[in-house]
């Protein structure tokens, strides 16, 4: 099971004071999670051009706002809710700017042993980005970040059953869609 | 023995997985992150001015960020704090300051509150429009990113917006407020604790590093200009009229350039909701991008209460 966005484990990140140990923090954080964090934000926005500036601007926040965190263990935690957040934002203003542009969502990999697998994950991914935001949001936290419902719920700012809900109602959505077809 | 089917749920983690390995990041992320933290830092502390410390200024940076929702998220930054007044303490521009001084004769009318026009909660511009300054075209931006030694700040939103404040329009004893990181909508706030006005900021995207511009300064209702309109080529003799609400004011009025010379002053009563006119002249006709700039002084004790700055061209 991929841990992608599941962490290291809250020892990974201890208090740093000093500007030059909040920088190391930010590397190690950087080094640990920046990858998983990018491809998380290009699901949630469906722009991974733009999913890469998401991240940095939770980075920037994440260290500007480290001495005012009450458990710099968290940090991980923090920035994926940050990042959550952030796409948020973006696909707020993205969904205002273009209204009514078809805008390319996550580009399909060409590179597929089979063609019929290719369709069905592009209708998946196309399906994906159809459903209501914090559907989506459900979906990717718990089945690529491999989240608990728990820690799904904090990245959300939500319950532990609208997390439970949200998930069902997606998946009832796309399992039509994940028939193995093998 | 034989695998067990997968369940939708993991052929949906399986599917996203493999669509993750898709995505792959930019090596500079690290690099990109650092430059930005760099740019908060020095756009944070800047201020902080061994003159002003000599001369026993107070001089205080604060950063505070409540908690990772976007919104929730709030950065400030303090200006010197002169000892005296604003008006007092203001530094002279590089050219005559407007010929009337701010005499303000009535007190404000209770209840009338500073409405900025635009919302605090803007989002970035992506594409570069018309701005007044460190960048006013697309090629400035050119010329920027060739050689960013002289401006290594214009690449944060918040560093344009301290630099035009204190190197441009030369105001102290305000500060700044920025609701969000990503918003490009920087309030002014005077040492009263009443908004000022609103810095309007534009991002330019078409290279690396990004870089930003102040486009406008609003006020809203409370205070406006209705002619000339913004980014009109002006000549001299051009008609300067608004409105202003709440107080008497006397208004003054300065033209300048994007290099920061005033070029032409004006000033004109106004106040009661009663509309006001001036004209205002000049001789230099060596710009081609300026800003009309106006503001008006708390009659209480002469702190800058209002301004705006307005994006004009040279008329031809």
């Known amino acids: 099971v991929s841990t992608a966005l599941a962490g290291t484990g809250d020892d990974a990140v201890t208090r740093a004071t000093s500007a030059d140990q909040v920088d190391d923090q930010l590397t190690e954080l950087y080094t640990a999670h920046y990858r998983s964090l990018v491809r998380l934000a290009a699901f949630l926005t469906g722009d991974r ?12 926040k994440v260290h500007g706002s480290w001495r005012g965190l009450r458990d710099p263990a968290k940090a991980e935690a923090y920035l994926r809710t940050t990042v959550v957040n952030l796409s948020r934002s973006r696909l707020r203003r993205r969904q205002v700017a273009a209204k009514h542009r078809a805008e390319p969502l996550l580009d399909v990999a060409s590179a597929e042993s089979s063609a019929m697998r290719t369709v069905q994950r592009e209708a998946v991914l196309h399906a994906l980005q159809q459903l209501p935001q914090r559907q989506r949001e459900a979906v990717v936290l718990r089945y ?32 039509p869609l994940l028939e193995d077809r093998s | 023995m034989t695998t067990p089917p997968l369940g939708p749920e993991d052929r949906l983690a399986a599917l996203l997985r493999e669509q993750a390995e898709t995505v792959v990041p930019a090596g500079d992320g690290l690099a990109r992150i650092r430059t930005r933290v760099a740019a908060r830092r020095r756009a944070r502390w800047f201020l902080i001015p061994s003159a002003a410390v000599a001369t026993g200024l107070a001089a205080v940076a604060v950063l505070v960020l409540q908690g990772p929702d976007d919104k929730s998220s709030l950065r400030q930054v303090t200006a010197p704090s002169p000892s005296t007044s604003a008006t007092a303490t203001e530094q002279p521009s590089p050219s005559p300051e407007p010929s009337a001084n701010p005499q303000p004769s009535a007190t404000p009318v209770p209840g009338v509150s500073p409405q900025p026009s635009t919302s605090a ?29 002289s401006k290594p700040w214009a690449g944060d939103n918040l560093g344009v917006a301290q630099h ?6 030369k105001l102290t004893g305000v500060h700044l407020v920025q609701s969000c990181l990503s918003c490009d ?10 908004d000022v006005g609103t810095i309007g900021l534009v ?68 106040g009661s909701g009663r509309p006001w006119s001036t004209t205002l002249t000049w001789t230099d006709d060596n710009w081609y991008t300026g800003a009309l700039v106006l503001k008006t002084y708390s009659p209480k004790d002469g702190v800058i209460d209002r301004l705006i700055v307005l994006r004009v061209t040279r008329g031809t």
Request: proline content about 4%; hydrophobic content about 40%.
């Open chain 1, 49 to 60: 051009d733009n999913a890469e500036e998401v991240v940095q601007d939770a980075y920037v």
């Open chain 1, 144 to 175: 690529y970040g491999d989240l608990s419902e728990a820690q799904t719920a904090a990245a959300m700012g939500c319950s532990a059953g609208a997390v439970k809900s949200h998930t069902s109602r997606a998946m009832t959505s796309l399992r």
């Open chain 2, 121 to 149: 909660t803007r989002p970035a511009t992506s594409a570069f429009v018309p701005a007044i300054w460190p960048f006013a075209s697309h090629a400035q931006v050119e010329a920027w990113r060739a050689d960013q030694s």
């Open chain 2, 164 to 169: 035009f404040v204190t190197d441009y329009l």
């Open chain 2, 185 to 194: 909508v920087v309030s002014i706030v005077n040492s009263d604790g009443r």
């Open chain 2, 203 to 270: 991002r330019e995207d078409d290279g690396w590093p990004r870089a930003y511009s102040v486009s406008t300064v609003t006020y809203g209702s409370g205070f406006q200009v209705t002619s000339p309109t913004e980014g009109a080529a002006i000549r001299s003799g051009t008609t300067v009229s608004g409105t202003i609400v709440g107080v008497d004011e006397n208004i003054p009025i300065a033209l300048m350039t994007q290099d920061g010379r005033t070029i032409g002053t004006a000033a004109t009563p106004a």
